[in-house]
């Protein structure tokens, strides 16, 4: 039997259009290709109403004479900005704000680390005290601020009797610079040192046991093995840590209004001469006291600024240490 030419050629390949390819082939390419962009849409619009917009018009009602009851005033340009960098409240202002974040953000990390390192080393009833480091965080600042202002009391205080143990004269925590910096300085890192621990302590419970295993052998101890292996492996924590710390205490407004008996009666000015007033609540003063929205929202712009540069310090730690590794 023989078989011609014709039927043992092979029947030419068809290609199809893209205009004939199946339904269901054309659904998954534009599936792979939309889906994401439809799954981050509802953040960027979350961002834009509740965070890019008032950002805009917060910059656009610091260039008017905005008043907070009688509403726009008129356009002003840049004269809220002149006033603010001749204004020797908000240059003091500034000053306590940097001031309060050095004394309370440097010994609160410092302490959270050195508690994290307790907490790692297998200590009895670990969930207890883990629980127990994070419940200064979860009271009230209220109720933190009212106990703290009986701590720093000048005359039936217990820090002022304390002090008498050792023959210091008591202290008027209120009416000092520096001992009413360190006093609202004292609950912020009463709050904050306990959930910063608790960073570290998940950071540090993440780096290989071998590494400790083999400085052991080498004969380290713990405080090199720490400082030679623990801290350099948590550094992107540590970072985060100080970056946050740092953003937070830029912002610190209710442990100082608190701390101040006048806030109660809406008269609070950081202290009888300011001498612990925040941006924050300089600007507090500035827009829901002296309703004057304009220059309240000069002040919120120059405060977005710290931060922003603090980001961009941020982004450039956080590259050289991934290069770095």
Known sequence: MTVTRQETETAPAVSVSPSKEPKRFRLSHWDARYTPYLIITPFFLVFGIFGLYPLIYTAWVSLHDW?????????????????????????????????????????????????????????????????????????SVAAVA????????RDFGIVNFLLGFVGIDPIDWRAETWASHLAVSTMVMWRWTGYNALLYLAAMQSVPKDMYESATLDGAGRWRMFWSITVPSIRPTILFTVVTSTIG?????AEPALFD??????NSTGGSDRQFQTLVLYMYEKGFR?????????????????????????????????GKE
């Open 67 to 139: 008043q907070l009851i009688d509403g726009n005033q008129g356009f002003v340009g840049l004269a809220n900005y002149v006033e603010l960098f001749g204004d020797t409240k908000f240059w003091n202002a500034l000053f306590n704000t940097l001031s309060l974040f050095v004394l309370s953000t440097v010994p609160q990390l410092l302490a959270a680390l050195g508690l994290a390192a307790l907490l790692d080393r297998g200590l009895r009833g670990s969930a207890f005290w883990r629980a127990g480091v994070l419940l200064p965080n979860v009271i």
């Open 146 to 153: 009212l106990v703290f202002a009986q701590f720093f009391g």
């Open 249 to 253: 205490g830029l912002q610190l407004f």
């Open 261 to 266: 008996p006048g806030f109660a009666a809406n």
């Open 290 to 322: 002296l309703f004057d929205a304009g220059y309240a929202a000069t002040i919120a712009w120059m405060l977005f600024v710290v931060v922003l540069l603090v980001a961009l310090v941020n982004f450039t730690l956080t590259r050289r240490i991934a």
